[in-house]
DNA sequence: ACGCCCCTGTGCATCCTGTGCAGTCTCGGT
DNA sequence: ACCGAGACTGCACAGGATGCACAGGGGCGT
């Protein structure tokens, strides 16, 4: 779907006050309130706006560790099964397949550089998991910033 | 902060049905009103709810295309500085320092293969980057998945 | 010129929110 | 066993916000 900048300021406002109400918006935006809603309808029903829920952050309730994890798979298991058996442990947060050496690529939480071996062990123990590389995050800069993304494809 | 389980409840519900209520969770959860409210307060400002802002989607906008990029700095350049730098490009998503062979990790969207390379380019062409080595995401089996971590959090 | 789609302004009934308060309950510490 | 702090409850009220509907005005592509 195609945005207009209207819909990336609709998006900015919102995200920028999470009390934003529809009303307020269309009183900023100076439009009327049935755009903002129709323009929000619009996009969260062509998931343009994927999600729209509260966004827990592990660091912030006792998982202050973060680790990417490169993990190749046995070639008799097909990606979305282990995909699937990885999706068991809460501690992984994100799972892609990906190009190059590995197979996997996990994004993985922990509660301290200890226990994230034990979380490790449990992403090799899915008998599936053959090897696994893992960089540990030391800081993180910025991450989930897609609002910029939708503000420069506003622009054209 | 420790979080317990009629937290991750009120999570889950307003995680499942973006069209929730306060009033209607707390019908639903059979708590007061109040207590409900006062949780999400708690939550949001101890920073275990880190927004709840409408989350724009790459993939549905135009660029489908996501990798992640290590990238090797040069060593007269800080980490932060090469971050900000790096947060000028819009197609950058996020950005951490790592543990391990290179020095930054980087998610990067474009609108196909060959934009990619035009990212990549804008990320190398930031001086202090001397070397980077990407993988793309052929598919996304899960992401952003935290919910889980802060139901197994609260159960103990 | 025409039809179509989007935006606008308006109105209304309904529901939700923010807020305050007093009473009760629970749990941890002494 | 007792006490106190903090949490939960139930209630009430005013002010907004929402969902919905509808008619009119523009802009745009055919």
């Not at 209207?6 to 995200?15: C, N, Q, S």
């Not at 529809?22 to 755009?35: D, G, Q």
């Not at 979380?119 to 800069?141: C, E, F, G, P, Q």
Request: proline share 4%; net charge positive; with cysteine.
């Amino acid at each position: 779907m195609k945005v207009d900048e209207l819909d990336a300021r609709i998006v900015r406002l919102f995200t920028d006050e999470q009390r934003m109400s529809v009303l307020e918006a269309s009183r900023i935006l100076k439009v009327a309130r049935a755009t903002v809603q129709a323009r929000l309808d619009r996009m969260v029903s062509s998931g343009v706006i994927a999600r729209w829920a509260p966004q827990p952050e592990p660091r912030a309730f006792g998982f202050p560790v973060v680790a990417y994890c490169a993990l190749t798979i046995h070639q008799d298991f097909g990606h979305d099964a282990v995909a699937a058996a990885l999706a068991r442990i809460p501690e992984v947060l994100e799972v892609h397949t990906v190009s190059g050496d590995s197979d996997l690529m996990a994004r993985v939480a922990a509660r301290s550089n200890a226990d994230l071996q034990r979380v490790l062990d449990a992403v090799t123990a899915t008998k599936a998991v053959v090897r696994s590389s893992s960089v540990i995050v030391l800081n993180t800069h910025f991450e989930g910033r897609t609002l910029p993304l939708l503000e420069a494809a506003a622009r054209r």
